[in-house]
């Protein structure tokens, strides 16, 4: 059990880097769809989260962002 939780952590902060090199090439919109990703493999990931949210503000869609 330690050993998946350890498998799905390692994977959602992979998204959650892949989209922060999408954001050092400026492309936001892909950088959200790993953020997502990331959350979708762990809810409970703050860093993921606040990507997203950060993602989000950045790209004016406020909408989406207090939806989510």
């Known amino acids: 059990?330690?050993?998946?939780?350890?498998?799905?952590?390692?994977?959602q902060f992979t998204?959650?880097?892949i989209g922060h090199e999408?954001?050092?090439?400026k492309n936001l919109h892909k950088a959200n769809d790993y953020y997502s990703q990331a959350i979708v493999?762990?809810?409970?990931?703050?860093?993921?989260?606040?990507?997203?949210?950060?993602?989000?503000?950045?790209?004016e869609n406020f909408n989406r962002y207090l939806s989510n």
């Open 41 to 59: 493999l762990d809810p409970r990931s703050y860093i993921a989260w606040y990507s997203k949210a950060r993602m989000n503000l950045k790209m």
């Open 22 to 25: 999408y954001i050092s090439l």
């Open 15 to 17: 998204y959650v880097l």
């Open 1 to 11: 059990l330690l050993e998946a939780l350890l498998k799905i952590t390692i994977m």
